[in-house]
């Protein structure tokens, strides 16, 4: 049984340029990993114990991260990119996870910035999916994660076929070495064209239009003491910090 | 060719600091390939911690009605270096210092002043660009540029010895986060290591301070061990100038936003550790040379003692000088007592009833200090100081008990200078007026700026030139690579 | 059965309803008990489909079950917020049934129909974009603190049917601290707090954020009320906490390099022009004296 980690698939601010007037684009080259991508590898790796761990991503991923942290192949679809429409990008991968033989494992980091990637893909392989992972270790056939929800710890068990999401809680503490990293870009990648897979060759969703917002200082709880403790404390329950 | 490389650059930078990161933005703006070697875990260096930039004639200037010419600029440099300086280097980075703003603005840095750095130094030219988020937000502007520009950038990654072949540097060997060798390629390489002031034993050879140099605290991140000098001497770079350092005055065993460091930092009475009066305390409003003298004196230290009366004047009417963002000048230095409670216990300062006791908590003679403060009052009284000539207005008296002494020692922010390069910032071989192919050396690596001191006259000249020196040795190794005929291997 | 659906899965949910509201009468798929069932049925909302999940069931089990019963009536227009995770899982299983696209982020939402404008916080929230769409359209909206206006109590439909996947939560357990590295939630003090003593005051709003507690330079270097590995900055701790709450402290930039990656940072500080105001997400200028025990006495109340 094979497990594929999907990565590299998120665009996210670290790759935004904002130009003076609100204008928006994005690097021209390949994505910067995403802020999660490091964990999704480490805990695939954990999870593929001696079996397979294939790598998956798309047109701006860069296949050699991955190879250099454990993948030993990487399936790369270089002709979709990564948009706006989490649907688009998550449609895009579930097609990759399908080319790999005996797949019953994706691994994909959970990003703040495409909530909704994982959950698509999820849906698209017919796979139980559990969010928000930081944790996980394999128990039999299926796969125990443990994961944070405000102030509680949940340890939750799920049965394989499954799509695990996982966040990252530091930043990567021990990346590749330079030497590894370069032998790595010496590998050979699985190119993949959209067209072979199925998949609709459209442009990825961009945004028609983009502007700076209104307010970019702090918003101020007034009144007093009181008035002002309970208002932010509404505010941060919302914003799921609590 | 005999050698197997893991993999062949443009250029390889050593050092992610302000100079290396300068450099890089530039050279994959001119569309070389680009690695950068960091030895620490984190790019940026010691451009961390500075606060601005220098310029002449900049757009910055210009809108603001400040006007200090590219000629004002040069001589105060040569003047300020007793014409040490080597003019090339010095012309390189005054003509092209303003660019260097620009530059910046266009990563998107911001400009929120041009001003001088003290407050009342006419002798400064209006050269200090602040930047809005500091020198740190520069380092974050300029490493995403270079990422997103294509520059590979390696942390924990040292170089370790250059490659030559038939004198002309081909590459270097470096060693990786992991600790595997590698030996890379490059047509050209860039040291930007940030100098030696993280080497005692440097420190001690090359820096004007010599033996006294063991008493100077180090200030900055641990990489700048000198490795850029190490290497460019030993494929036959030649050194000049290596002395100047810039420090900066710190209470012992404290930091430069405390308050008890902002007293002992302030233009009143300095005593060495014979009890005695030694400098017209008015260089206090240099930082740069108000540390010279201190690292100069016995055991590289001084105590700067002051009354109850003057204690209140800080904690109300506040600091008499400014030193950058760190203590604004009127600042009020209000957390002395609560900071005393740990510094009288570890005799960063002391406090007394009286002269005599004050001078055995510091260790200083008893009579020596007695006769220095009593000397002291005669001339706040006249209001005229005839031994140092310090303006009236610091010279404060000494008589309203308990009194204190907060012990000073001189602060390294970075060396300056070391290796030897021309106007294109192209090491020269030791002995010759020659570069040596495919070497170039930038910001606090590089001689060329400075004397045997570092002027604050020019404020924010070190990261000034590190900025403005990384994209020139970027632009002419461009120009070089893009002369050359391929190189069959 | 209105052609807009709101899926709720937390209390908390319900305050984007107000941004649905254009589209006209909203339907609500709600994942857990009959208290929140029953709550949601009278917060104005058109009625409301039930699903009741298991004991030991997460709510992301009947992800699937959930997007059928929303399936099933052509939905138009499908919003969830990310707070609670099986929302989004039953959001993802929704745009694949109908083939809908799924935008995060989304602010606010215009058009009739099946012409949709939707606008969302991009890169970070660092600009505003607008997106064209057609419907059957998923969105992920930002979450609203204000919960909305009572409205009629409308019948609450339950779907018994509705069969978890293999999801079972084993355990859950308050967290227990791990250090400042990792900690989630982290209060920073700085010189605006008076004298060493006073930390007491900011360890009970510790104590009660289940938090931990760090600083500024000075506070642990120049005054040593902290040890030297709770100061954050340049060159001390750089951390990544969901919250970052400073108490007293005026935001230096060497500062603000440590929490660069924290998500949500809250200023309390007495001095309005203090630099920490530019840095922060939500703010109290005042006394810290006053609102440090407030907060931590509306903390508790949850």
């Known amino acids: 049984m094979t497990t594929v980690v999907a990565f590299n698939i998120a665009r996210e601010p670290a790759a935004a340029q904002v130009l003076a007037h609100g204008g928006l684009t994005w690097t021209a080259r390949k994505l910067p990993p995403a802020e999660d991508d490091h964990a999704a590898l480490s805990v695939s790796v954990a999870l593929a114990g001696d079996g397979e761990l294939i790598g998956v991503t798309l047109g701006q991923g860069d296949p050699s991260w991955a190879l250099a942290r454990g993948a030993s192949q990487v399936v790369r679809i270089s002709d979709v990119m990564v948009g706006d429409d989490d649907a688009a990008t998550a449609a895009a991968l579930a097609a990759a996870v399908r080319q790999v033989v005996d797949a019953n494992l994706v691994v994909i980091g959970d990003s703040e910035h495409h909530p909704g990637i994982a959950p698509v893909l999820a849906a698209h392989l017919g796979w139980p999916l559990v969010l928000g992972v930081s944790g996980a270790a394999t128990r039999g056939e299926s796969v125990e994660i443990t994961r944070h929800r405000g102030a509680i710890d949940e340890t939750i068990s799920i049965a394989l076929p499954a799509v695990i999401a996982v966040v990252a809680e530091a930043e990567e503490s021990q990346p590749p070495g330079m030497k590894t990293m370069l032998a790595a870009r010496k590998r050979p990648v699985q190119e993949v064209a959209a067209a072979a897979l199925g998949l609709s060759a459209s442009p990825p969703l961009d945004p028609v239009r983009t502007r700076l917002p209104e307010v970019t200082t702090a918003r101020l709880m007034g009144g007093d003491a009181r008035q002002a403790a309970a208002e932010l404390v509404k505010a941060l329950r919302a914003e799921g910090v609590l | ?489 | 059965m209105s052609g807009n659906w709101l899926v709720v899965v937390d209390r908390q949910d319900v305050g984007a309803l107000g941004r649905l509201v254009p589209r006209g009468p909203v339907t609500a798929l709600v994942v857990g008990d009959r208290d929140l069932a029953e709550s949601v049925a009278g917060s104005g909302v058109d009625s409301v489909h039930w699903i009741e999940p298991a004991k030991d069931a997460p709510a992301e089990a009947y992800a699937a079950d959930a997007a059928t019963v929303i399936l099933a009536a052509g939905p138009q227009l499908v919003a969830a917020t990310p707070i609670a995770p099986a929302a989004r899982a039953i959001l993802g299983a929704v745009s694949v049934g109908c083939g809908a696209a799924l935008i995060c982020n989304v602010t606010a939402i215009s058009g009739a129909g099946e012409h949709v404008e939707v606008e969302s916080a991009a890169a970070g929230g660092a600009v505003i974009a607008t997106f064209e769409l057609a419907t059957p359209l998923c969105v992920l909206l930002v979450p609203e603190d204000e919960l909305p206006l009572a409205g009629p109590q409308v019948e609450v439909i339950p779907h018994p049917e509705a069969k978890p996947a293999l999801i079972r939560l084993v355990d859950q357990q308050l967290s227990q601290s791990t250090g400042l590295a990792d900690a989630a939630r982290v209060v920073g003090v700085g010189r605006g707090l008076r004298s060493r003593a006073d930390l007491d005051i900011v360890q009970e709003l510790v104590d009660q954020l289940g938090a931990e507690i760090a600083c500024s330079m000075p506070v642990s270097e120049d005054l040593g009320w902290l040890p030297r590995d709770r100061f954050i900055g340049r060159s001390g701790q750089q951390i990544s906490p969901r919250l970052y709450l400073t108490v007293g402290l005026s935001g230096a930039p060497q500062h603000l390099q440590g929490v660069r990656g924290a998500k949500v940072v809250v200023a309390i500080n007495s001095d309005p022009e203090a630099d920490i105001f530019r840095a922060a997400d939500y703010g109290i200028v005042g006394d810290l004296y006053e609102i440090v025990p407030a907060l931590t006495e509306a903390l508790a109340s949850i």
């Open chain 2, 1 to 489: 060719m005999t050698t197997q490389f893991d993999a062949e650059y443009d250029i390889i930078i050593v050092g992610a600091g302000a100079s290396g990161l300068s450099a890089a933005v530039e050279a994959v703006k001119n569309g070389n390939s680009v690695a950068v070697l960091e030895k620490l875990d984190s790019v940026g260096g010691r451009g961390q911690f500075v606060e601005g930039s220098t310029a002449f004639e900049s757009d910055e200037q210009k809108k603001r009605g400040i006007e200090v010419t590219r000629a004002q600029g040069f001589k105060a440099l040569m003047d300020e270096s007793q014409w040490r300086a080597n003019a090339d280097v010095v012309s390189a980075f005054v003509h092209n210092a303003a660019h260097t703003i620009r530059k910046l603005s266009d990563i998107g840095a911001v400009w929120e002043d041009v001003t001088i750095y003290a407050y009342e130094q006419e002798s400064e030219l209006k050269t200090m660009h602040w930047a809005e988020g500091e020198g740190a937000r520069i380092i974050e502007l300029m490493e995403k540029a270079a990422r997103d520009g294509g520059a590979e950038i390696y942390l924990n990654t040292a170089a370790v010895k250059l490659l030559t072949e038939g004198g002309r540097v081909v590459g270097l060997e470096a060693k990786d986060a992991d600790g595997q060798v590698l030996q890379l390629g490059a047509k050209a390489v860039i040291l930007a290591g940030g100098g030696y002031a993280s080497s005692p034993e440097m420190m001690e050879k090359h820096s004007w301070y010599g033996k006294n140099a063991r008493y100077l605290v180090d200030l900055g991140t641990p990489g700048n061990t000198g490795d850029g000098l190490n290497m460019a001497v030993a494929v036959g770079g030649a050194t000049a100038e290596t002395g100047s350092v810039l420090l900066m005055p710190v209470a012992k065993d404290k930091t430069i936003t405390s308050h008890v460091s902002g007293a002992g930092s302030q233009p009143y009475l300095w005593v060495n550790t014979s009890g005695r009066r030694f400098t017209d305390e008015v260089v206090a409003m240099n930082f740069s040379d108000a540390a010279n003298v201190i690292a100069q004196g016995d055991q590289g230290t001084s105590f700067t003692i002051f009354d109850d009366a003057t204690k209140k004047h800080l904690e109300t009417a506040g600091s008499d000088i400014g030193l950058g963002t760190f203590i604004p000048y009127h600042a009020q230095l209000n957390k002395m007592d609560a900071e005393l409670e740990q510094d009288l216990v570890t005799g960063t300062a002391a406090k007394a009833d009286t002269i005599e006791e004050l001078a055995k908590a510091i260790g200083v003679p008893a009579e020596a200090l007695a006769a220095t403060v009593a000397r002291y009052n005669e001339l706040a009284a006249a209001g005229s100081d005839d031994d140092f000539y310090k303006p009236a207005k610091y010279l404060r008296s000494i008589e309203q008990a308990p009194f204190y002494a907060v012990r000073m020692v001189a602060g390294t922010l970075v060396s300056v200078g070391g290796i030897k390069v021309n106007g294109n910032l192209q090491v020269i071989a030791d002995g010759t007026t020659d570069a040596i192919p495919g070497l170039y050396a930038v910001g606090a690596e590089a001689s060329g700026i400075y004397g045997d001191t570092y002027p604050l006259t020019v404020p924010g000249n070190i990261s000034g030139f590190s900025y403005t020196s990384g994209w020139l040795a970027a632009d002419h190794a461009a120009s070089q690579i893009a002369a050359e005929p391929a190189l069959t291997r």
